[in-house]
């Protein structure tokens, strides 16, 4: 049965900071594996998508990274901003499957 | 831009009614999925919906039925509402291939 873990729960930087948000998944017969944010009292917001035969994506200050032999996703964020404060959810898709297993997410406060 | 819309953004409803929430997408996408999310429990899958009348259960279908009789929309039911479906309802969309996961704004129910 497919896990997925994010450590640490919630994380507290300065403003500028990089920063990598980890995501543990037991499982590596993935399809693809997801990122999202989500703020409070919002749906989730898509922000990177890697497919199994990839091994990152990036978008703007955002790079996400895929290592299926480790069980591993980090999303890696760039001179961090306030705006960034949200909880951050990972996502991933079991190959031939529909669904999508999540972890619990890393709540992130940058502050000013 | 992927659009994902739901009903309502805020429903209290009594113990025992039923309760329809509905959620719309504008990108043509086969699949619709509704979850629901809880603290501490993260996002479970309630049903997936891979075309028009088609239907899975997902991991907690008990107490819930969906309608999909157009492929942009898909419903969720409550048939008679409890004070344990309160919770924020998420309803997803994607298309086969990719698979990204687009997400609508939540619906917080409350049910007293």
């Known amino acids: 049965k497919q896990e997925v873990t994010q450590i640490p729960a919630a994380l507290s930087v300065p403003e500028g900071e990089n920063l990598v948000l980890n995501c543990s998944f037991t499982?590596?017969?993935?399809?693809?594996l997801q990122w999202f944010r989500q703020d409070p009292g919002k749906g989730l917001t898509s922000l990177l998508l890697?497919?199994?035969?990839?091994r990152e994506q990036t978008s703007g200050r955002l790079n996400a990274s895929l290592d299926k032999s480790s069980g591993r996703s980090t999303l890696y964020i760039a001179a961090s901003q306030p705006g960034d404060s949200a909880t951050y959810l990972c996502?991933?898709?079991?190959?031939?499957?529909?669904?999508?297993?999540f972890g619990t997410g890393t709540r992130l406060k940058v502050l000013a | 831009d992927v659009k994902v819309t739901q009903s309502s953004r805020y429903l209290v409803k009594r113990t025992g009614e039923k309760v329809f929430l509905e959620c719309v997408q504008d990108?043509?996408?086969?699949?619709m999925f509704w979850y629901r999310q809880d603290p501490g429990l993260g996002l479970r899958l309630i049903y997936f919906?891979?075309?028009?009348?088609?239907?899975e259960k997902g991991d907690i279908p008990e107490g819930y039925s969906v309608s999909r009789e157009k492929k942009e929309r898909f419903s969720l039911i409550l048939e008679s509402a409890s004070t344990n479906q309160t919770s924020m309802y998420l309803c997803?969309?994607?298309?086969?291939?990719?698979?990204?996961?687009?997400f609508g704004p939540g619906t917080r129910l409350t049910v007293l």
């Open positions: 990108m043509d996408h086969e699949n």
């Open positions: 996502a991933a898709h079991r190959s031939g499957t529909y669904k999508y297993i």
């Open positions: 919906s891979y075309d028009v009348k088609m239907k």
């Open positions: 499982d590596s017969a993935i399809y693809n």
């Open positions: 890697i497919q199994s035969s990839q």
């Open positions: 997803a969309s994607s298309a086969p291939g990719l698979n990204e996961q687009f």
